[in-house]
């Protein structure tokens, strides 16, 4: 069965997309739509696919099966909503959104719906990340750490807190989800954002630079995530678990997996391209009805979101806050 894919939205992060997409024999992308028209026309000349000269007519069940959403959080809109009242089946980016009640009901709408659903979370389907997760399952250990280094995204919507969520919410968002994937759901967060320097660079910006969210997981066990979006010459993108018998880290975005414990100390890098295994995982999900497969659905984005958010709210009132249940 060839699955028919839309594209609402196909800047840098859709045609990674896109690109790996080509590898899955089944997928075949027909309908794209962008904001931006000569980006649309662009990729439309690569793939073939239709270009729509609105979401809306992306999202025509006669015509695709699935859509990748792939717009910044703020150009959401209803298009989840849309999507699942026609059942056509969502693969939605991360993050979700910027607002919990908005994400909470669509949500709803794609479980009633029934539709087949996946997030962009995609180092949930990497060997190494898999490795770890197994070698933890009956681990007694006492602290996980989280570190999101690196530089400025170009775009002045990413700059701006209430149109991206800084850089906690659209970026650290995947340590954070590493997190909860290897151990388990948070149960409060203490925030300590701050923009520092970011206003040297650009005047306009008024995302945090620099900040700590120190958090307590559900299963008692506490640590912290660190972030900098000013860190053009130290990058950092890892996850560290400490047992009183192991060490577990988990560096360069989960793709190298450090264990050392009293019978081991093995270093390992990944033999896998996770858009791809994410992608074709959708993909198959799709074409087999069967959403058992995805290992990020998005009711689960949704839980992860729900930390990020309220890691912001936490800096804001300058007091840790419980994580609610959904």
């Not at 087999?288 to 839980?303: K, V």
């Amino acid at each position: 069965m060839t699955v028919r894919l839309g594209f609402v939205g196909v800047g840098g992060m859709a045609q990674y997309h896109i690109n790996t997409l080509k590898k899955v024999p089944q997928a075949s992308v027909v309908r794209v739509y962008d904001a931006n028209p000569e980006t649309a026309k662009k990729v439309g000349a690569e793939t073939g696919a239709e270009v729509m000269d609105n979401a809306d007519n992306v999202l025509d069940p006669n015509a695709i099966d699935a859509v990748f959403i792939c717009t910044p959080q703020f150009a959401r809109e209803a298009l989840e909503e849309t999507a699942a009242s026609r059942g056509i089946h969502v693969f939605a980016e991360k993050p979700l959104g910027l607002k919990m009640d908005v994400v909470r009901r669509k949500e709803q709408a794609i479980r009633e719906a029934g539709i087949i659903n996946s997030s962009g979370y995609c180092l949930r389907y990497l060997d190494t990340v898999q490795k770890a997760k197994a070698y933890l399952q009956g681990k007694a250990y006492h602290m996980v750490n989280g570190y999101r280094f690196g530089g400025l995204h170009p775009s002045k919507w990413w700059r701006t807190l209430e149109l991206s969520g800084g850089h906690f919410v659209d970026t650290a968002t995947h340590q954070v989800d590493m997190i909860r994937f290897l151990c388990g759901d948070f149960a409060e967060i203490d925030a300590k954002f701050e923009l520092r320097s970011l206003q040297t660079v650009d005047p306009d910006a008024t995302i945090y630079d620099a900040g700590i969210a120190a958090f307590k997981l559900q299963n008692g066990v506490t640590g912290y995530v660190s972030d900098s979006c000013l860190s053009r010459q130290q990058t950092r993108a890892e996850v560290e678990v400490y047992g009183s018998d192991f060490y577990l880290q988990l560096s360069k975005n989960g793709t190298v997996l450090t264990l050392i414990d009293d019978t081991q100390h093995i270093v390992e890098t990944s033999k896998v391209d996770f858009y791809l295994e994410q992608n074709r995982t959708f993909v198959e999900a799709v074409a087999n009805r069967r959403q058992d497969g995805i290992l990020s659905p998005y009711a689960d984005a949704m839980r992860t979101l729900q930390v990020t958010l309220t890691a912001n709210e936490s800096t804001l009132i300058r007091k840790p806050l419980p994580i609610g249940t959904l």
